[in-house]
Protein backbone atom coordinates (compact mmCIF):
# COMPACT_ATOMS: atom_id res chain seq x y z
CA UNK A 1 0.00 0.00 0.00
CA UNK A 2 0.97 3.62 -0.79
CA UNK A 3 -0.28 6.64 1.17
CA UNK A 4 -0.07 9.93 -0.30
CA UNK A 5 -0.46 12.97 1.18
CA UNK A 6 -0.90 15.95 -0.86
CA UNK A 7 -0.11 20.09 0.44
CA UNK A 8 -2.22 21.48 -2.03
CA UNK A 9 -2.36 25.74 -1.26
CA UNK A 10 -4.22 28.00 -3.20
CA UNK A 11 -2.22 31.74 -3.27
CA UNK A 12 -3.98 34.61 -4.86
CA UNK A 13 -3.78 38.14 -5.17
CA UNK A 14 -6.63 41.11 -6.44
CA UNK A 15 -5.46 44.22 -7.56
CA UNK A 16 -7.79 46.85 -8.17
CA UNK A 17 -7.54 50.43 -9.54
CA UNK A 18 -8.05 53.07 -6.78
CA UNK A 19 -11.92 54.21 -5.60
CA UNK A 20 -13.26 56.86 -7.77
CA UNK A 21 -16.15 59.49 -6.90
CA UNK A 22 -16.94 59.31 -10.91
CA UNK A 23 -20.22 57.27 -11.53
CA UNK A 24 -19.42 56.30 -14.88
CA UNK A 25 -16.07 54.75 -13.59
CA UNK A 26 -16.40 50.90 -12.59
CA UNK A 27 -13.93 49.53 -10.22
CA UNK A 28 -11.57 47.25 -12.23
CA UNK A 29 -8.12 45.01 -11.64
CA UNK A 30 -6.52 42.00 -12.28
CA UNK A 31 -6.47 38.56 -10.11
CA UNK A 32 -3.66 36.32 -10.33
CA UNK A 33 -3.62 32.82 -9.28
CA UNK A 34 -1.61 30.11 -8.28
CA UNK A 35 -1.46 26.79 -7.34
CA UNK A 36 1.21 25.20 -5.02
CA UNK A 37 1.31 21.34 -4.88
CA UNK A 38 3.93 19.96 -1.31
CA UNK A 39 5.71 23.87 -2.12
CA UNK A 40 6.05 23.10 -6.04
CA UNK A 41 3.83 25.63 -8.51
CA UNK A 42 1.77 23.83 -10.74
CA UNK A 43 -0.12 26.51 -12.56
CA UNK A 44 -0.34 30.69 -12.48
CA UNK A 45 -4.22 31.47 -14.47
CA UNK A 46 -4.86 35.74 -14.70
CA UNK A 47 -8.30 37.07 -14.58
CA UNK A 48 -9.32 41.07 -15.75
CA UNK A 49 -12.15 41.88 -13.47
CA UNK A 50 -14.19 44.84 -15.34
CA UNK A 51 -17.03 45.99 -12.56
CA UNK A 52 -18.56 42.73 -11.00
CA UNK A 53 -17.70 40.95 -13.80
CA UNK A 54 -14.12 38.44 -14.31
CA UNK A 55 -13.04 37.47 -17.79
CA UNK A 56 -12.19 33.74 -18.17
CA UNK A 57 -9.06 32.33 -15.94
CA UNK A 58 -5.52 32.64 -18.66
CA UNK A 59 -3.25 30.15 -17.54
CA UNK A 60 0.71 31.54 -17.73
CA UNK A 61 3.67 29.57 -18.34
CA UNK A 62 7.09 30.75 -16.55
CA UNK A 63 8.13 32.76 -19.65
CA UNK A 64 4.77 34.66 -20.16
CA UNK A 65 4.85 35.81 -16.45
CA UNK A 66 8.90 36.79 -16.94
CA UNK A 67 7.55 38.60 -20.25
CA UNK A 68 4.72 40.26 -17.79
CA UNK A 69 7.00 41.36 -15.12
CA UNK A 70 9.22 42.93 -18.10
CA UNK A 71 6.49 44.57 -19.59
CA UNK A 72 4.77 45.87 -16.33
CA UNK A 73 8.37 47.12 -15.22
CA UNK A 74 9.09 49.28 -18.53
CA UNK A 75 5.49 50.80 -18.16
CA UNK A 76 5.74 51.74 -14.76
CA UNK A 77 9.55 53.27 -15.53
CA UNK A 78 7.68 55.69 -18.23
CA UNK A 79 5.59 56.66 -14.93
CA UNK A 80 7.82 57.59 -12.84
CA UNK A 81 9.54 60.07 -15.33
Known sequence: MKRVVSNIQNLGFTI???????KKVRPAGVMIDQTLVNGRSEGV???????T???????????ALTDLLTAVNEVLASEEG
Open 16 to 22: MNAPSDD
Open 53 to 63: KKTAAVKLDKQ
Open 45 to 51: SVRLING
